[in-house]
Nanobody, 124 residues
Framework: QVQLVESGGGLVQAGGSLRLSCVAS????????MGWFRQAPGKEREFVSR???????YYGDSVKGRFSISRDNAKSTVYLQMNSLNPEDTAVYYC??????????????????WGQGTQVTVSS
């Protein structure tokens, strides 16, 4: 069993920055792939970013060049640094863990555990 707790969401003006955190417990964090997804009202959950256990990073096209994912294995924490935010980034952001081996990391169904989500609102 894995527990994920996100934090760091809030209200920010367009062009601003936020850093989200996700603390994991219950499993060896250092060998786990971790991901971030987001879901806006009326839309499907969308892949944002992923970091492998070895530190390889992957990004959705809409956030590439603006968002950065990182991890601190000593703190069992994964971060999402979000810069140059715009109103289209408004969504609930979810942390995910335990991607099935060989599964498409961009698909929400490939991940076994989810956090409760943290709201990010970007005003224009």
């Amino acid at each position: 069993q894995v527990q994920l707790v996100e934090s760091g969401g809030g209200l920010v003006q367009a062009g601003g920055s936020l850093r989200l955190s996700c603390v994991a417990s219950g499993r060896t964090f250092s060998t786990s792939s971790m991901g971030w997804f987001r879901q806006a009202p009326g839309k499907e959950r969308e892949f944002v970013s992923r970091i492998s256990w070895s530190g390889d990073t992957y990004y959705g096209d809409s956030v590439k060049g603006r968002f950065s994912i990182s991890r601190d294995n000593a703190k069992s924490t994964v971060y999402l640094q979000m810069n140059s935010l715009n109103p289209e980034d408004t969504a609930v952001y979810y942390c995910a863990a335990d991607k099935r081996r060989g599964a498409d990391y961009r698909s929400p169904g490939s991940w076994g555990y989810w956090g409760q989500g943290t709201q990010v609102t970007v005003s224009s």
